[in-house]
């Protein structure tokens, strides 16, 4: 079996995901499968994942028949998933050739179950851009709360350590609610010190789906984390805060 299992929700990438494949592909670490889930796509995503299904066994294919949403599409695929390790990559991000490596080392040597790394933003023809997301050495529940610092698309988790997962089911912030999942469960999450991934930023990242966003974290203090008002206001705060220092 694999050791990691790569994560990857894909809907009408097809100008991307090419270049996220290959990154992986790239990975100095090679005990891996990639499980990439079609939801519904309309363009040529399919057809570009296939060709390189079609070249070895370790990426495979998982067509949706109905449209999921992202953490929807991503729990069809941790359903499947072999590994000890489970990592996400989005269908439009890459990685830089030694993250697995360096990342499985890093948890290994510290024993640890969670872990994330530093970032930098690519535009959308894939240019790195002078903006890298610095991240803490730690993060735990109580401060990962307000905060919005760890990127999915550098996120390794040992599920025999932490047990088994699935992202909530909303349309944004899927992401931010398992990761307060899993540090309910008991679990920091460790930063690394190293930038091992690219975020692109694409042009439908509009005004209205940031605001949507904004409505899902409100949605995930008060039906998943079931905090009071008051303290949900007080950690939004802190989320608008931190989302615009990282943006800046």
């Known amino acids: 079996m694999p050791k990691v299992s790569i994560i990857t929700p894909c809907h009408n990438s097809g100008k991307f995901i090419s270049d996220t494949i290959n990154s992986v592909l790239l990975q100095t670490f090679s005990d891996w499968e990639m499980l990439i889930t079609d939801d519904c796509s309309t363009d040529n995503s399919v057809e570009i994942i296939e060709t390189f299904v079609e070249k070895g066994n370790r990426i495979k294919l998982i067509k949706s028949d109905k449209n999921l949403g992202g953490a929807g599409a991503r729990n069809l695929a941790i359903r499947q998933a072999q590994g000890k390790f489970i990592a996400f990559l989005g269908s439009d991000d890459i990685w830089e050739k030694e993250k697995l490596e360096r990342q499985i080392i890093f948890m290994g ?140």
């Open 109 to 248: 040597k510290n024993n640890y179950a969670f872990s994330f790394s530093q970032y930098y933003i690519m535009d959308e023809q894939g240019n790195k851009t002078e903006k890298i997301i610095q991240v803490p050495k730690s993060i735990d529940y109580k401060h990962y709360l307000s905060n919005t610092i760890i990127g999915c698309l550098t996120v390794v988790i040992d599920r025999e350590k932490t047990g088994n997962f699935e992202m909530p089911l909303i349309k944004s912030s899927h992401d931010m609610a398992l990761w307060l999942l899993i540090m309910r469960r008991g679990f920091q999450a460790f930063g690394m010190q190293e930038i091992l991934a690219g975020y692109r930023i694409v042009s439908n990242s509009n005004t209205a789906k940031k605001w949507k966003a904004a409505k899902d974290v409100w949605k995930v203090y008060r039906k998943y984390e079931k905090l009071s008002l008051l303290y949900s206001a007080y950690c939004f705060i802190g989320y608008v805060f931190h989302a615009i220092r990282k943006r800046l």
